[in-house]
Nanobody
Framework: QVQLVESGGGLVQPGASLRLSCAAS????????MGWYRQAPGKQRELVAI???????VYADSVKGRFTISRDNAKNTVYLQMNSLKPEDTAVYYC????????????????WGQGTLVTVSS
């Protein structure tokens, strides 16, 4: 069984930084896209940032210049460095990945993590 496990959320003051981590585990064959999404109370889930296996990235306009996504392919882990946090960044952050497993090497599966809460408040 493959899964994504997130860590790193918490309560911080405006202007502070946090680093989220998400590790994929299980019988993995390969991982293509890894990314972060977030859902604020009363709002739809939205893209924050994604990183392709070749290292190319895409960011939401609202986080450009403040957040940086990176990945360690050897550890099957994706990170989200969040700087200059604002109250509007408060949300549950979800890790997402498109993976192929040992048992399904020709088919991509979409995985979601359980979510980690980030609260930005003074």
């Amino acid at each position: 069984q493959v899964q994504l496990v997130e860590s790193g959320g918490g309560l911080v003051q405006p202007g502070a930084s946090l680093r989220l981590s998400c590790a994929a585990s299980g019988s993995l064959f390969s991982i293509n896209v890894m990314g972060w999404y977030r859902q604020a109370p009363g709002k739809q889930r939205e893209l924050v940032a994604i990183i392709i296996s070749d290292g190319s990235t895409v960011y939401a306009d609202s986080v450009k210049g403040r957040f940086t996504i990176s990945r360690d392919n050897a550890k099957n882990t994706v990170y989200l460095q969040m700087n200059s946090l604002k109250p509007e960044d408060t949300a549950v952050y979800y890790c997402n990945a498109d993976v192929r497993t040992i048992s399904t090497p020709r088919r991509y599966l979409e995985l979601w993590g359980q979510g980690t809460l980030v609260t930005v408040s003074s």
